[in-house]
């Protein structure tokens, strides 16, 4: 299976200005004579041709060859670029398949540039986080990983371990030299710097997980507090219903924003309240789900009336779940009956003064939630985006603390040696040099089909 020849449509599927077959492997180059007779046979120059089934022309097209290892996938490829029809691009494919080529799996011309040393898994990773960005903030911390940045560090770490291991092994292999102690005194401080490091590298995962999959924000509040018209102030469209009639939302509504580069998923929610309408009663249950869903709601109250039970209720409903909560103080165009000061007396934090209607406040509201967004942004320019990045640089640092405290505690220089082999290998998760096949092919195959 590894050295077969694939193929693969590498644009989205249906009409398009251009589409591009890859063909990738050791029968590419005889794949694309048979399909492209025209073929140049130039490393890199594109050329002009027809594509000819028997006598039938198929397309007229562009073709482009790369000799391996000179490659995306470092093996022999070959590029078609066909008109985007749908109909042209299926019948050149079979075409291709029947030259001797088979169908992609997903991710495999990726899979391959990683299996043959192109790229780390990480960058292979960042292809895939890159194509699916769904914000100009995700798309540049994936092109930074993509780009090696992660991969990078992460191997100066593993550079900086294997020196220390260097000189913990001289001092286990020649006892006579007495180099323990002088050993343990240079490389204690230096082990608590890389934790820390890699600590802090870490903990950019949070800014980094909002760059790359958006933050979700609930506004929730009592009925008729201006949650849809705080909403649609925020989108800058009338995306939602707004009457002076409490009640007004009845499902939860979704609207997503890009703030600064942040995508932000914002939903709207039915006032909560306790209710025996049947048709209420399920929108305050999807308004409980959207606020549990969410890593931040937005808490808004009636500046123009009191603070009252209704409003403590939705507090306590906040209070249970886990999101992070802004207050918002709407109406302050109209009748000022409720101060920051008796919010912060009754709910613990000062709120933010808006006016939905006239739009006052909203921009620093906006600008709260993209600093909210960004917080945690430490250890460079590098943000670490992925689940499996951040237990290994965790478990690194884990086994680097064990080898201080070994180290500390005078026990065996052999327990410091374990530990830090154990901190290069789970680095190793990251770049992919100590991962399982299992785990491989989980990343692989989220991959969409032509990459
Ligand atoms: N036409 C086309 N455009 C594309 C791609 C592609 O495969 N084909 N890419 C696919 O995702 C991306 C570009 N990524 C690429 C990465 C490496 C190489 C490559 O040939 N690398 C060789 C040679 C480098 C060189 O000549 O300097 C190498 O690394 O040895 C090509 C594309 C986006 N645009
Ligand atoms: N003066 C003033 N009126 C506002 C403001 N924001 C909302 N309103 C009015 O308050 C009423 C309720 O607004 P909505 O946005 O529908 O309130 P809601 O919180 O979504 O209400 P439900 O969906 O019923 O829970 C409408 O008449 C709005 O025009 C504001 O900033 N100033
Ligand atoms: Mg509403």
């Known amino acids: 299976m590894e ?20 063909i990738s492997g050791p029968e590419a180059r005889a794949v694309l004579e048979k ?5 140049s046979a130039a490393h890199g120059q594109m050329t002009y041709g027809g ?51 088979r ?19 990480s960058q292979a990773e960042a292809v895939c986080d890159f194509i699916s960005a769904s914000s100009r903030e995700g798309a540049r911390a994936s092109l930074g990983q993509l780009a090696g940045n ?8 593993q550079e900086l371990l294997t020196d220390a291991l260097a000189r913990v092994e001289a001092a286990v292999e020649y006892p006579e030299e007495d180099l323990e102690d002088e050993v343990a005194e240079d490389i204690l401080p230096l082990l608590a710097e890389w934790k820390a490091g890699l600590l802090a590298l870490a903990q950019t995962y949070r800014a980094g997980q909002i760059a790359k999959d958006g933050l979700r924000v609930a506004i929730a509040g009592k009925p008729n507090v201006g949650k849809s018209s705080l909403l649609n102030a925020l989108c800058g469209m009338e995306r939602a219903i707004v009457a002076n009639v409490p009640g007004t939302t009845r499902d939860t509504i979704e609207q ?17 309240r306790s209710t025996n309408d049947e048709i209420e009663k399920q929108g305050v249950k999807r308004s409980e789900n959207a606020i549990n869903e969410s890593k931040l709601s937005v808490f808004v109250l009636d500046g123009s009336g009191e603070i009252t039970d209704e409003d403590r209720f939705v507090m306590r409903a906040l209070k249970k779940s886990e999101a992070d909560l802004f207050i918002v103080l709407n ?9 920051e000061k008796d919010v912060e007396r009754e709910f613990g934090a000062a709120p933010l003064r808006v006016s939905a209607k006239t739009g006052a406040g909203v921009g620093e509201l906006k600008r709260r939630l993209t600093d909210y967004a960004r917080q945690d942004r430490t250890a460079g320019e590098i943000l670490v985006t992925n689940e499996r990045h951040v237990f290994a640089l965790k478990s690194a640092a884990h086994a680097i603390g064990e080898a201080e405290d070994a180290l500390r505690g005078g026990m065996d220089m052999d327990c410091v040696t374990i530990d830090l082999n154990a901190a290069w290998r789970s680095l190793g998760e ?7 096949e299992e785990i491989i092919d989980r990343i692989f195959t989220k991959f969409c089909l032509g990459k």
Do not use: W
């Open 150 to 157: 992660l991969k990078e560090r992460v191997l100066s770490y």
């Open 256 to 272: 997503s924003i890009e703030l600064d580069g942040i995508r932000i998923y914002l939903t709207d929610t039915a006032g909560i």
């Open 3 to 22: 050295n077969d020849t694939i193929a693969a449509v590498a644009t989205p599927p249906g009409t398009g200005g251009v589409a591009v077959i890859r």
């Open 103 to 121: 169908p992609a799996q997903p991710g495999e011309f990726t899979r391959r540039a990683f299996v043959n040393g192109k790229m780390d898994l």
């Open 35 to 39: 399909v492209f007779p025209s073929a």
């Open 331 to 339: 109406k302050l165009d109209a009748c000022e009956r409720l101060s």
């Open 430 to 436: 990251i770049t992919g040099k100590t991962v399982s």
């Open 51 to 101: 594509i000819r089934r028997g006598g039938e022309l198929l397309d007229t097209a562009m073709a482009v060859f790369f000799y391996g290892p000179r490659s995306y996938t470092g093996e022999d490829t070959a590029e078609l670029h066909c008109h985007g029809s749908a109909v042209g691009v299926q019948r050149v494919l079979e075409f291709v398949y029947e030259c001797g080529a």
